[in-house]
Nanobody, 124 residues
Framework: QVQLVESGGGLVQSGGSLTLSCVAS????????VGWFRQAPGKERDLVAG????????YYLDAVKGRFTISRDNAKNTVYLQMNSLKPEDTATYYC?????????????????WGQGTQVTVSS
């Protein structure tokens, strides 16, 4: 079992920055790939960024490339999402999720464990 807790969301003006953190319980977190998803009201949940267990492979949604950076510190059981140059369209609830299967980072079926989400609101 892995429990995930996100933090770091909030209200920020357009062009601002936020850093989200996802802290995992359990001693085997380093064996899990992790994804950051977001979901806005009335829209589907999309993978924003993903990182494999060693950090060797990283994925970004095209809309966030060059603005968001995902990283992990396995010693701290934590994955981060640094978000710069935020836009109103980035407004959503952000979730982290983890999984160990061999499915690609972009497959939602890969992820077995989900956090409760943290709200990010970007004002124009």
């Amino acid at each position: 079992q892995v429990q995930l807790v996100e933090s770091g969301g909030g209200l920020v003006q357009s062009g601002g920055s936020l850093t989200l953190s996802c802290v995992a319980s359990g001693r085997t977190f380093s064996a899990y790939d992790v994804g950051w998803f977001r979901q806005a009201p009335g829209k589907e949940r999309d993978l924003v960024a993903g990182i494999t267990r060693t950090g060797g492979t990283i994925y970004y949604l095209d809309a966030v490339k060059g603005r968001f950076t995902i990283s992990r510190d396995n010693a701290k059981n934590t994955v981060y999402l640094q978000m710069n140059s935020l836009k109103p369209e980035d407004t959503a609830t952000y979730y982290c999720a983890s999984g160990r299967s061999s499915l690609p980072l972009t497959s939602v079926l890969k992820y077995n464990y989900w956090g409760q989400g943290t709200q990010v609101t970007v004002s124009s």
